[in-house]
């Protein structure tokens, strides 16, 4: 298990990385931490490994206090944006390099770093130099060096972001297989809310040292806590539109709406999924109107853009089923699928338990 207890780091001019932190990762979970650039996650993760020091609270890798402890006695294994391999040895020798640290001798090491080549798929790379590799085999083998060393957390500063977007896919997939084999803590810092979603078994999502929201990829895409991580969660944006609760109704972008229990009269703010939006041809009270201004083909699905008034409202509509730019359209948002926010805080349908925090 990874702890963190009131983590702060702040660098020189008063800029704040990470604020007062507070999590637990179980052991043998793959942890997301998940952001825009600048939010904090990449030195939430080399403060971790002890590459940073931080200013203030503790962190615990397996039960052990390892605040003051030097990268090289935690244990742990990380592997960087750029693979960081040597590119003067070969294969063999850049998975074998954390070992020879350890002074292991040279034959188990050797044996070590062959077994584990088999199991990446690399053994008929293995007197290869680096420049005769290509991005997927590279960023193998910088995997098979953080597992050569049987390390008690895997940590991943953005792993796939320089393969291209095929690669990224195959690269996931392995990853994640990869992971549940060897049943390594991992944490995995991404800017790419889609990689999060289908690697992690729970996600932290980031904004200025904070965390926005702590929970299950389910919890935090069907139930965000707040505008921030509804923004962000989402391969098309939510539709994120101001209108009023009152008189038995919410009126939000010209329509009306039913208004959800438990919701006091005033403003809030109406969140609803593109994916969960119908487009229908004729006028409907409980739809938003407006003028196909834009239509994005997405393969298998287009992406409907309506004008509404100063609101611009997203739809996705099957293949064969979008309409023509300039034609007059209906939004209707599914039944159990709108979210509604006060205050920048969830209050319906209500968060799970631990999504604020």
């Not at 977007?165 to 195959?170: G, I, K, P, S, W």
């Not at 101001?242 to 438990?262: F, H, K, Q």
């Not at 359209?329 to 799970?352: E, I, K, T």
Request: charged share 20%.
């Amino acid at each position: 298990m990874i702890a963190l207890r009131g983590l702060t780091k702040e660098f020189p001019g008063g800029v704040r990385a990470l604020d007062g932190l507070d999590l637990e990762i179980a052991d043998g979970e793959f942890f997301a931490l998940l952001g825009p650039s600048g939010c904090g996650k990449t030195t939430l993760l080399r403060t971790i490994a002890g590459l940073e020091t931080p200013t203030s609270g503790n962190i615990w890798i397996g039960g052990t206090e390892v605040t003051s402890v030097p990268p090289g006695k935690r244990d742990v294994a990380m592997v960087f944006q750029d693979y960081a391999l040597f590119p003067h040895m070969d294969v063999t020798a850049n998975i074998a390099y954390p070992l020879r640290i350890r002074k292991v001798p040279r034959a188990r090491r050797e044996a070590r770093a062959a077994e584990t080549a088999s199991r990446l798929s690399l053994s008929e790379l293995l007197t290869r130099r680096p420049a005769q590799l290509s991005g997927g085999q590279q960023q193998r083998v910088a995997l098979a060096r953080a597992v050569a060393c049987h390390p008690r957390a895997f940590l991943f500063d953005e792993p796939l972001s320089n393969l291209d977007a095929r690669l990224r896919l195959e690269a996931r997939t392995f990853l994640k297989r990869l992971q549940r084999e060897l049943a390594v803590t991992t944490v995995f810092v991404t800017h790419d809310q889609g990689e999060a979603l289908a690697l992690a078994d729970r996600i932290a999502v980031m904004s200025a040292g904070r965390f926005t929201q702590v929970g299950t990829p389910t919890e935090v895409f069907q139930r965000p806590a707040n505008t921030f991580t509804a923004a962000f969660i989402g391969s098309t944006p939510m539709n994120l539109l101001p209108g009023t609760a009152g008189n038995g109704a919410l009126r939000v972008a010209g329509a009306v709406l039913p208004l959800p229990g438990g919701i006091p009269d005033g403003p809030i703010v109406y969140g609803v999924r593109p994916e969960y939006m119908d487009l229908s041809p004729t006028p409907r009270a409980d739809a938003f109107a407006g003028k196909v201004a834009v239509v994005e083909n997405l393969g298998t699905a287009h992406l409907v853009t309506l004008e509404s008034g100063e609101h611009l409202i997203q739809t996705v509509v099957p293949e064969g089923a979008e309409p023509s730019p300039g034609t007059a359209a209906w939004a209707v948002p599914r039944p159990g699928r709108a979210l509604v926010y006060r205050d920048d805080r969830l209050v319906f349908p209500c968060p799970a338990n631990g999504a604020n925090r």
